[in-house]
T-cell receptor, first 114, second 114 residues
Framework: ETGVTQTPRHLVMGMTNKKSLKCEQH?????MYWYKQSAKKPLELMFV???????ENNSVPSRFSPECPNSSHLFLHLHTLQPEDSALYLC?????????????FGSGTRLTVV | QKEVEQNSGPLSVPEGAIASLNCTYS??????FFWYRQYSGKSPELIMS????GDKEDGRFTAQLNKASQYVSLLIRDSQPSDSATYLC??????????????FGTGTLLAVQP
């Protein structure tokens, strides 16, 4: 257990469904991140939150909608996804916005869009 | 040019040998460097960080940084089958620190043969 908890671990959804991914960190960190990991590609940063304020949206399609109610919780709301959105979605947190001490990752949500 | 480049492998080494994993980065202003280990189906786990030129040792792992050559490496001594995983190189703080995010390489798959 890394101190960053993601649920669900696996998710299968249709293209017309709406679902949400949840991330919670118990490390007292103040920055949280969503990453997408597809096969044969580098980890892609999607969103950055610092003290629950969004500081970066890395040109992510609007079918992905993040929410950060406080520094410990992060959500990723999904709607009308495409099959190419199937991937491992990783949440991470860090102490200090600049993250120079590295990130701590959650166990990820394996998403399959059918 | 990719920001962080790694050979995707697989790198195959016999048990007990030294595994050498390499990474180059494009932004000369990068400040912090990390190695993550990712087992199949799991999330990345931070195993080493290095911030200044030279070597940093932690148990069987040694990270080496050469900022002039924009090169960072990870040596694993006495490799064990349990070291078989994908090793991700991550770089932070490019553009003189203006880039406040970790940039990941695609990872090198290491296979330690018993």
């Amino acid at each position: 257990e890394t101190g960053v908890t993601q649920t669900p671990r696996h998710l299968v959804m249709g293209m017309t469904n709406k679902k949400s991914l949840k991330c919670e960190q118990h490390l007292g960190h103040n920055a949280m991140y969503w990453y997408k990991q597809s096969a044969k590609k580098p980890l892609e940063l999607m969103f950055v939150y610092n003290f629950k304020e969004q500081t970066e949206n890395n040109s992510v399609p609007s079918r992905f909608s993040p929410e950060c109610p406080n520094s410990s919780h992060l959500f990723l709301h999904l709607h009308t996804l495409q099959p190419e959105d199937s991937a491992l979605y990783l949440c991470a947190s860090s102490q200090g916005y600049r993250g120079s001490n590295g990130y701590t990752f959650g166990s990820g949500t394996r998403l399959t869009v059918v | 040019q990719k920001e962080v480049e790694q050979n995707s492998g697989p790198l195959s080494v016999p048990e007990g040998a030294i595994a050498s994993l390499n990474c180059t980065y494009s932004d000369r202003g990068s400040q912090s460097f990390f190695w993550y280990r990712q087992y199949s189906g799991k999330s990345p786990e931070l195993i080493m960080s290095i911030y200044s030129n030279g070597d940093k040792e932690d148990g069987r792992f040694t990270a080496q940084l050469n900022k002039a050559s924009q090169y960072v490496s990870l040596l694993i001594r006495d490799s064990q089958p349990s070291d078989s995983a994908t090793y991700l190189c991550a770089v932070w703080g490019g553009r003189g620190g203006a880039t406040n995010k970790l940039i990941f390489g695609t990872g090198t798959l290491l296979a330690v043969q018993p």
